[in-house]
């Protein structure tokens, strides 16, 4: 089965600092009118999920949820499971001082 969908960057493809690339609005809301897949990756330190979310709202982008961030170490974690069922992970959490 050919899956098609997009991994998307924030960071300089959806927004610049605190304002929204010409299109990016346009640009989601097309992929979620067809319903393909497009997570958004994401790398920022202390960053939640959810939190991201919240910032795509005021941003002007509605309807996403913490299901459409995806990380490295998620890509990791799915990597290793795909090419050997028996891998374990473990992730390192740092503490807040």
Do not use: W
Not at 22 to 51: C, N, R
Not at 66 to 79: G, I, K, V
């Amino acid at each position: 089965m050919r899956r098609t969908g997009y991994l998307i960057d924030m960071d300089g493809v959806i927004y610049r600092e605190n304002h929204l690339i010409p299109g990016a609005v346009e640009f989601v809301q097309a992929l979620s009118i067809s319903g393909t897949p497009f997570p958004f990756s994401y790398e920022q330190l202390g960053s939640h999920a959810e939190d991201l979310a919240v910032r795509l709202k005021h941003l002007g982008i509605h309807g996403i949820s913490a299901r459409h961030f995806y990380t490295s170490a998620l890509n990791t974690a799915d990597f290793l499971s795909e090419t050997d069922p028996t891998a374990q992970c473990l992730s390192s959490v740092k503490a807040e001082s």
